[in-house]
């Protein structure tokens, strides 16, 4: 489970992000979208404590990131937007690596499915500088599946895949959720937020504007048509539809 509770996060006086509470339940896929600037990947770091919070809370599977953040992180896994590898360390030695990290006990057999699973096997011995920039992604996901995390938070999931990978990659993350994880899914690829988030967030200047199901979006905004897709909806909750 995942619980922000009034987040806000401040640089150098301004509010990247405002107040913003939310709560993503186990089995739960919930979308998190906003124009640029809006305090998504904030948010996200901030949940994965990477960043610290200047206001509010932030509990992960009941452990608050900061009293109890060891064993809030030990619950989670967080793909960055950008894929950050160890130059000198080859795919299987990244999937290695993490399993230590992690205490994974079938470690050498799981990285082995997972680099399988995702078309990485046969370059397990290659180094990041090899890879593409759609593999370096796939590698990154691969390690935070490692040790079947409690919550995954995504930023950007898609970037630099292929169709076919983008397919392999959505319906994990929907494996994921079934198999009771929740999961924060951030992305301008409105179209996959659409498809596979239960759920909805939309947020602008650091504030959340929308958030519900997109039906319960559709109906709290007077104008739409009852078959507006999310785009219209972004658009419209933003006020960014004459732009």
């Given at each position: 489970?995942?619980?922000?509770?009034?987040?806000?996060?401040?640089?150098?006086?301004?509010?990247?992000?405002?107040?913003?509470?939310?709560?993503?339940?186990?089995?739960?896929?919930?979308?998190?979208?906003?124009?640029?600037?809006?305090?998504?990947?904030?948010?996200?770091?901030?949940?994965?404590?990477?960043?610290?919070?200047?206001?509010?809370?932030?509990?992960?599977?009941?452990?608050?990131?900061?009293?109890?953040?060891?064993?809030?992180?030990?619950?989670?896994?967080?793909?960055?937007?950008?894929?950050?590898?160890?130059?000198?360390?080859?795919?299987?030695?990244?999937?290695?690596?993490?399993?230590?990290?992690?205490?994974?006990?079938?470690?050498?057999?799981?990285?082995?499915?997972?680099?399988?699973?995702?078309?990485?096997?046969?370059?397990?011995?290659?180094?990041?500088?090899?890879?593409?920039?759609?593999?370096?992604?796939?590698?990154?996901?691969?390690?935070?599946?490692?040790?079947?995390?409690?919550?995954?938070?995504?930023?950007?999931?898609?970037?630099?895949?292929?169709?076919?990978?983008?397919?392999?990659?959505?319906?994990?993350?929907?494996?994921?959720?079934?198999?009771?994880?929740?999961?924060?899914?951030?992305?301008?690829?409105?179209?996959?937020?659409?498809?596979?988030?239960?759920?909805?967030?939309?947020?602008?200047?650091?504030?959340?504007?929308?958030?519900?199901?997109?039906?319960?979006?559709?109906?709290?905004?007077?104008?739409l048509e009852g078959d507006a897709n999310l785009e219209e909806i972004f658009l419209r909750a933003t006020g960014l539809e004459e732009e």
């Amino acid at each position: 489970m995942i619980q922000i509770e009034e987040l806000v996060k401040v640089y150098d006086g301004h509010r990247a992000v405002d107040g913003l509470s939310l709560l993503v339940q186990p089995g739960e896929i919930v979308g998190l979208v906003g124009p640029n600037g809006a305090g998504k990947t904030s948010t996200l770091r901030c949940l994965a404590g990477i960043i610290p919070t200047t206001e509010g809370s932030i509990a992960i599977c009941g452990h608050d990131i900061v009293d109890d953040g060891v064993a809030a992180r030990q619950q989670l896994a967080f793909v960055p937007d950008e894929p950050h590898l160890f130059d000198y360390l080859t795919v299987r030695d990244h999937m290695l690596l993490f399993a230590r990290l992690y205490g994974v006990e079938d470690g050498a057999a799981r990285a082995e499915q997972l680099l399988t699973d995702s078309a990485l096997w046969d370059r397990r011995h290659d180094f990041p500088g090899e890879l593409s920039r759609g593999m370096k992604q796939k590698l990154i996901l691969s390690c935070a599946l490692l040790h079947d995390p409690k919550v995954l938070i995504l930023d950007e999931p898609l970037t630099g895949l292929d169709p076919a990978a983008m397919r392999r990659v959505k319906r994990s993350v929907v494996a994921i959720a079934q198999a009771g994880a929740a999961v924060l899914v951030s992305s301008h690829m409105l179209q996959l937020v659409e498809e596979i988030c239960g759920r909805i967030v939309i947020i602008h200047e650091g504030k959340k504007v929308a958030e519900g199901t997109l039906d319960e979006i559709r109906a709290a905004m007077p104008g739409l048509e009852g078959d507006a897709n999310l785009e219209e909806i972004f658009l419209r909750a933003t006020g960014l539809e004459e732009e």
